[in-house]
């Protein structure tokens, strides 16, 4: 079992910039990726970005594309999500998530184990 948590969100002005940390435990080992989705309060959770801890691959969301860099430190199992030019349309809550499979990335379906999120408010 693999234990998330996620940390870096806040309020923050349009323009501006965030990085949110995700820090795993736990059987570690078998995670292939984590992934990045948010969620407003009646939507469902949508895909931002993952990134695979082995060979570092990543990919985007058109929503993400340009504006936020994944990063990873395998020594500390922690997965950076940094956030720049930030628009109010990025509100929501941020969840950080693992998966053992080498697919479906975009899935939150595919994911084995979710953080708690992290809220992050972007105010215009």
């Known amino acids: 079992q693999v234990q998330l948590v996620e940390s870096g969100g806040g309020l923050v002005e349009a323009g501006g910039s965030l990085t949110l940390s995700c820090v795993a435990s736990?059987?570690?080992?078998?995670?292939?990726?984590v992934g990045w989705f948010r969620q407003t309060t009646d939507e469902e959770r949508e895909f931002v970005a993952s990134i695979a801890l082995g060979n570092g691959r990543t990919g985007y969301a058109d929503s993400a594309k340009g504006r936020f860099a994944l990063s990873k430190d395998n020594e500390k199992n922690t997965v950076y999500l940094q956030m720049n030019s930030l628009i109010p349309s990025d509100t929501a809550v941020y969840y950080c998530a693992a998966t053992t499979r080498d697919y479906g990335h975009t899935l939150p379906r595919l994911y084995d184990a979710w953080g708690q999120g992290t809220r992050v408010t972007v105010s215009s």
């Open positions: 736990g059987r570690t080992a078998s995670t292939y990726a």
